[in-house]
C-alpha cells in the first residue's frame, strides 16, 4: 500500500483529517482505501452481470463524468501491472464485454442495477474521494474563477505551471 499523499487527488481532498487521531489518520492516508479489497471482492462475484459504470475522462484541457445509460456485461476483474498514484492509476482494471478495459483509478462508481443513484442498494465499487471531489461538491462559477481556471490551463498548455 502507498500513502494517499502520493494520490493525485489527496492534496485537493476537501475531507482531510485534521480532527482525527494520529492511528485514524494513518489507516486513511493508506492507498488504496481499506475498503477497496472488499470491493474489489464485489467486482470479482458480480463478473457475468450487467452493470453501469460513471467514468472520468479526462483530456489536457478538460475532466469530464460519463454516465453509462446502457448496462455492460462484466467479464473480468484483472491486475494492472503498474499501479501508479500519482497519475491515479489503481492496481486494478475491469474487462467489459464490449471490448474495453477500464482501470479503477477511472472509474467513480460501478453498480448493478441502476445507471443513476439507487440509495436501496449498495455500488459494487465507489470512489468516495473521486465522487466527493468530482462529482457531488458544489461548483461555483463566477468570472473569477473562469479567469483562475482559464490561467491555470494556458499555463499548462504553454507548460508554465
Known sequence: MLKKAEHR???KSPDSPLHKSSEESAQDDLWPS???ARQINKLKKSVGKKCYVIELR????KLSIHYETRAREL?????FPKPDPGKGLYPHNIMFNDGSCINL??????????AFSD???EPLYE?????????????Q?????????SRELLGQMLDKS
Not at 58 to 61: G, H, M, V
Not at 105 to 114: D, E, H, K, L
Not at 127 to 139: E, M, Q, V, Y
Open 9 to 11: 487527488d489527496s492534496a
Open 75 to 79: 467479464l473480468a476483474v484483472v491486475d
Open 105 to 114: 483509478g477511472r472509474i467513480a462508481r460501478v453498480s448493478a442495477n441502476s
Open 127 to 139: 470512489d468516495k474521494p473521486i465522487l466527493k471531489t468530482w462529482i457531488f461538491r458544489k461548483r
Open 119 to 121: 440509495e436501496t442498494m
Open 58 to 61: 479526462s483530456t489536457e484541457t
Open 141 to 149: 462559477l463566477s468570472k473569477a474563477s473562469i479567469a483562475s481556471h
Open 34 to 36: 481499506k475498503d477497496y
